[in-house]
């Protein structure tokens, strides 16, 4: 009995699923089973041998489906252990972090002109990008054969309309719809046919007007080095260079050190020592007339500056186009 018992127990020692150990013990077990066929030949024995048998043989039944039963259990016991070994949740594991959003350069250095001159009281004021030919250019003193219209490589969409070369039109609608004194800024986009590593076919400009009865170059030149020594610092040493635009006179160009080099001259500044960062001006007697002032009562000053160029001098960022790709990797530094 003992033996039988022994050879069940090494017969299901390997068995690690359920099908075969089913299989297993209906050989012992089943209908046509080891030990049920032991029990069928109590028949054949004499009848005082009979209960002694009897009892044997059903304790061996009892002993085995105790067996079985046992390793039933282990073997459930052992797959449960493995599928929750397998879908273990590691609650230590740190979570995904997303990437925080941040303002892009442009808008950075936006904020930060348009926050100096809130400052210094001027207001905000917007003009659109698809443009008369007339604000861009005729009433800004460039009537059609003006050899000026060169310098802006325009895109028309009509005869008439086009997408606006500079802010500067802004000054004409403001003139027009405001009423004097007026002190205000005007970003925006503007677009010329051009491409390469310092120009883009669209950028963005912040214009600048001022119109009073009584102001002057001075105040020009005193808000440019205002403005300009808070944006790049206040050892900033800047230029003003005589220069030319239709719709100013007399006109200036503003420039400041070389950021690269502080003057010594370089590669950046053409080994000049200083560069251009904006224009201005006092404006154009005509520029008045056409938007209906009288030039002798009202006086104006007005300044432009390319965004980009301020974006890329403050940061020393030596291509345009990095402005406009939106690698991540450029971005994630103004985060
Ligand atoms: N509109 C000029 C440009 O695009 C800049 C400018 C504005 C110059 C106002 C003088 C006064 O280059």
Sequence with gaps: MREILEKLNQGIKEIRDLENLKRIKAEYL???????KLLKNISTLPAEEKKNYGEMINSLKKEAEKIFSQ???GIRKEIENL???REKLDISLPGRRYAK???HPLNIVLREIEGIFEGLNFSIEEGPEIEYELYNFDML??????PARDMHDTF???EDILLRTHTSPVQIRVLREKVPPLMFISPGKVYRRDADVSHSPMFHQVEGMIVDRKVSFSHLKGIMTVFLRE???EETRLRFRPSYFPFTEPSAEVDIQCIICR???????SYTGFLEILGCGVVHPNVFKAAGYDPKIWKGLAFGMGVERMAMLKYGINDIRLLFENDYRFLKIFA
């Design 101 to 103: 959003g941040s303002l």
């Design 71 to 73: 390793k039933n259990e």
């Design 156 to 158: 028309y969409i009509d």
């Design 263 to 269: 003057g010594d001259g370089c590669r950046l500044c």
């Design 231 to 233: 944006f790049f610092g």
């Design 83 to 85: 599928s929750l070994e």
């Design 30 to 36: 089943g209908k046509r089973g080891y030990i049920t």
């Design 141 to 146: 003193n460039m009537p059609k054969e003006h």
